[in-house]
T-cell receptor
Framework: GAGVSQSPSNKVTEKGKDVELRCDPISGHTALYWYRQRLGQGLEFLIYFQGNSAPDKSGLPSDRFSAERTGESVSTLTIQRTQQEDSAVYLC??????WGQGYTFGSGTRLTVV | TQLLEQSPQFLSIQEGENLTVYCNSSSVFSSLQWYRQEPGEGPVLLVTVVTGGEVKKLKRLTFQFGDARKDSSLHITAAQPGDTGLYLCSGTYKYIFGTGTRLKVLA
């Protein structure tokens, strides 16, 4: 597609439920990133995929968080047993995968855990 | 430890004023990017700087990369309400972003 597409744009879930967030990167972009942005805060790195290499999961805050990516296409971020502190905007970005190339971000999924 | 510190954290100015925001690190970066994020949207890339001492201009925005490639600045001339947003720098290390500068330009 022309840009990075994220769905849903908003998600309200009850504490303890599992949620799946989806990201469709720009076609041909080999690198894909997930970030979390709490209200009024900056971007917190979660996970990085590059082609078929093993992902860099060093930013995942707990084992309740996981992400998958099939080849160089869609990625899903799963949060299990959601907690109120998981409430945030989850941003996905993709890039051509070459150092120095900037990221193209989606508009994010706003997750609210009640 | 925050690898990229931005200052100031918040800035509220009148339309027509000039301003400078800073991005500082103790690490050397091979390149650095600046982004602007508006409410409800993802950050949008403004510029990439690569060479120490490099200066790039984008209309009223001037970006400079420090000689040692550890810091950068963004200068806005004659700010307008449309410049309002969160300004973020990002270095080519562990996919990190700076702490951000939240700018509000009042009409």
């Amino acid at each position: 597609g022309a840009g990075v597409s994220q769905s849903p744009s908003n998600k309200v879930t009850e504490k303890g439920k599992d949620v799946e967030l989806r990201c469709d990167p720009i076609s041909g972009h080999t690198a894909l990133y997930w970030y979390r942005q709490r209200l009024g805060q900056g971007l917190e790195f979660l996970i990085y995929f590059q082609g078929n290499s093993a992902p860099d999961k060093s930013g995942l805050p707990s084992d309740r968080f996981s992400a998958e990516r099939t080849g160089e296409s869609v990625s899903t971020l799963t949060i299990q047993r959601t907690q109120q502190e998981d409430s945030a905007v989850y941003l996905c970005a993709s890039s051509p995968g070459v150092w120095g190339q900037g990221y193209t971000f989606g508009s994010g999924t706003r997750l609210t855990v009640v | 430890t925050q690898l990229l510190e931005q200052s100031p954290q918040f800035l509220s100015i009148q339309e027509g004023e000039n301003l400078t925001v800073y991005c500082n690190s103790s690490s050397v970066f091979s390149s650095l990017q600046w982004y602007r994020q508006e409410p409800g949207e993802g950050p949008v890339l403004l510029v990439t700087v690569v060479t120490g001492g490099e200066v790039k201009k984008l209309k009223r925005l001037t970006f400079q990369f420090g000689d040692a490639r550890k810091d950068s600045s963004l200068h806005i001339t004659a700010a307008q309400p449309g410049d309002t947003g969160l300004y973020l720098c990002s270095g080519t290390y562990k996919y990190i972003f700076g702490t951000g500068t939240r700018l509000k330009v009042l009409a």
